[in-house]
């Protein structure tokens, strides 16, 4: 008994056996009608063995391989035996080729403990952390040439921007920063004032109080604060701007985003942090007096006195230097990661979070330096 299918095969189905006969081409133009066999289990029910014959196969591809293997899998494993018959000996040397290539399969991720993980890990990070350097120093020094070029070009400059980003981030800060530094010059004072009271040197928390904030404590406590407000609000204002494609619309109309955007928020913050010390050394040294005059046997007068003998104009001056350089790393830094943003709100997120451990990390390390160049140079 003899069935016709699309003149592709035929099949002959005998007693015990099936034979299907290939009559076009095994490529993969033909595969879809050779597939129609498929399901096996219906074609071949009942029989114990497969007979193919591809006596009128002249052409073929490796979809043949393709087929004979899944029908071997599939014979094997329902122990019903294959047999081929009428192959070219350029079908038998092709099938042989196939049949002795032995597919590697792909390993599983194998699953290691964080702990693995983590150091494993370690050398692409800090790969990571060097590139981030190099960028950043390529921005730095375009932040620099900027800065130059608008001494000599002023007008290109958005000066506009100026008075509002001074008042954001200057004279807004001017309250946190006035409290944290009133906040820390009473804890000084009383943590001093404990150990000064035991050696009867109670005059002395003048001297303590006021070289600690003038030199160290205020300059970069107000430091810290505005990487917190204006260098997260910076790399926030910039990365929003990058994700809606406002810098790509700058750059096309012909702004130079730098000068555009940069330079106004770096000339704010470098010149109103200065001001920001100033006041909060002033609460420092109040909140000082307070812890004194609640634990010492001193006086206001007594207080004050002893701050002029111990502070003098180098340790102001010193402090102020240190928060000029403060504020121009914080604001650099901030619109760096600005422009870092990549994809959308959780882009801007990881850029204001690293903006403010960079720019922290930043002044600590300014800081140290500028402790062993003043101590060289006998400031």
């Keep these: 008994m003899k069935h016709k299918k699309l003149n592709y095969y035929n099949i002959e189905k005998l007693a015990n056996s099936v034979k299907i006969e290939f009559l076009q081409p095994f490529t993969i133009e033909n595969l879809h009608y050779f597939d129609m066999l498929k399901p096996f289990e219906k074609t071949f029910k009942g029989y114990s063995s497969i007979i193919l014959d591809f006596s009128n196969v002249e052409d073929f591809d490796t979809s043949l391989i393709l087929f004979l293997n899944e029908i071997n899998f599939w014979a094997s494993k329902n122990q019903i035996s294959l047999e081929i018959k009428g192959q070219s000996e350029k079908m038998k040397s092709f099938c042989e080729k196939f049949a002795n290539f032995k597919l590697s399969k792909p390993e599983l991720d194998k699953e290691y403990s964080h702990f693995f993980e983590y150091f494993s890990s370690i050398g692409e990070r800090i790969k990571n952390i060097l590139f981030d350097y190099i960028l950043f120093f390529e921005f730095f020094g375009e932040i620099l040439n900027k800065l ?37 010059g009473i804890i000084s ?30 300059p970069l406590m107000t430091a810290i604060l505005v990487a917190g407000r204006s260098g997260s609000a910076f790399a926030a204002e910039i990365g929003t701007m990058k994700v809606s494609e406002e810098i790509d619309a700058l750059r096309a109309m012909g702004f130079d985003p730098t000068r555009f955007l940069v330079i106004p928020r770096v000339f704010a913050v470098t010149l109103s942090i200065p001001l920001l010390v100033v006041f909060g050394n002033l609460a420092g040294i109040i909140g000082g007096l307070i812890s004194g005059l609640a634990i010492l046997d001193i006086t206001t007068t007594g207080y004050f006195t002893q701050l002029q003998i111990a502070v003098d104009l180098g340790d102001v001056l010193s402090g102020l230097l240190k928060s000029l350089i403060f504020g121009f790393l914080v604001a650099s830094i901030g619109c760096f990661r600005g422009f870092q943003v990549k994809g959308g709100a959780e882009g801007v997120g990881s850029a204001t979070t690293i903006s403010v451990v960079s720019g922290i990390f930043a002044i600590i390390i300014a800081d140290t330096l500028f402790t062993f160049i003043f101590d060289a140079i006998g400031l």
């Excluded at 130059?148 to 946190?176: C, H, M, S, Y």
Aim: charged share 15%; proline share 4%.
């Design 148 to 184: 130059l070029l608008t001494l000599f070009q002023p007008k290109k400059t958005r000066w506009e921007d100026f008075p509002i980003l001074f008042l954001k981030n200057g004279v807004n800060a001017l309250p946190i920063v006035s409290l944290i530094l009133l906040l820390i």
């Design 189 to 218: 004072g009383y943590q001093g004032a404990i150990q000064l009271k035991q050696f009867g040197a109670d005059i002395y928390i003048a001297d303590l109080i006021g070289v600690s904030i003038t030199r160290e404590l205020g």
